[in-house]
């Protein structure tokens, strides 16, 4: 028998779940799903539904979908042009605040600094503020974070000017965290080629080089943890004339993560902290308790988007050859996951 690795219980904090609103994509109970298929335990939704999380009513509704839930759950609030004078009856019921400083998926965006100023001001310094903001307005959100000493993480990070600009900040003993995506670590610009309009995503895929750099920042302890930035959308949108940004990822993360530990890309050691112990301390946890994912680390294969949990069906790494398998994952003690079925019911998941 092959002796199986156990490692503990993924945690994402950065997934897009779609519910309520654009459930044609994802609902808390199908992306669920993919979360424990992928080894996820824990997510943290974002708040750029179409009916944006902006206040307590809509979060309250958010909490509402999530009851289907089948992995542990949290959320987020968003950002919007005036609502920092709400910021005192939602703090104590998310991780963070997102702010969205360029333009992406949803109707979220602040540009206007006036505006910033006050999300700065007003938001609690022991709870991070995450932004979506791109090269140049990477740079204005930690100027931002600096003046105002507030914890600010840093989605998405995907350029070597963006890891630059996060390592400076660092060094400067600013509170800066980040993360990096599967996405960015396993796909460069050459892709879009053969994938189309599936590889439209914010920030978009880039050079070899700075994929290199990603992989070099994961090793230097600058990136601080790796989430998937889950973007479900159907394949009919993505292959419309305007395709809208985003991929899935929950499910292909792990099994990308074990091949490039098998190719001494990364140890076990820090594969471990960037997706399960640093993302637990990001949102101020220890862990999810007594939750862990056996995985047969020799084992090779192909990802199928059949075989996928995800309600969109598809995925960029359809085709890919991997090597590590997750064979069983378990939640609170209680085996979830085994062979590929997720063996638990509707509504399993917690509040984190
Ligand atoms: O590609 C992306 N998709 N980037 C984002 O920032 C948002 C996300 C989405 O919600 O679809
Ligand atoms: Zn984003
Ligand atoms: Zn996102």
Known sequence: MTKLLKLPGLIDVHVHLRDPGATQKEDFYTASRAALAGG??????????????????????????????????????????????????????????KIYMNHTTGPLLVEDLAVLQQHFKNWPQSKPILVHAEQDTLAKAIGLAACWDKWLHVCHLATSEELELVKKAKQKKIKVTCE????????????????????????????????????????KGIVDLIATDHAPHTLKEKQSSSPPNGIPGLETSLPLLLTALNENKITLKKLIELTSINPAKFLGLKSVKNSWVEVDLNKKWIIEQKNLQTKCGWSAFHGRKVIGKIERVFLRGKKVVENGKIIVKKGFGKPL
Not at 183 to 212: I, N, W, Y
Request: glycine share 6%.
């Open 40 to 97: 996820v335990v824990g997510l943290v939704d974002m708040p750029n539904n179409p009916a944006p999380t902006i206040n307590l009513k809509r979060l309250v509704v958010k909490k509402q979908a999530a009851k289907k839930s089948v992995c542990d759950y949290g959320f987020y609030f968003g950002a919007n042009q005036e609502n920092w004078k709400d910021f005192r009856k939602v703090f104590s019921q998310v991780f963070g605040l």
């Open 180 to 219: 990096v995506t599967p996405h960015h670590l396993f796909l460069t610009k050459d892709e879009v080629k053969t994938l189309g309009s599936l590889a439209v995503m914010r920030p978009p895929l880039q050079t070899r080089a700075d994929l290199k750099s990603l992989w070099w920042g994961i090793n």
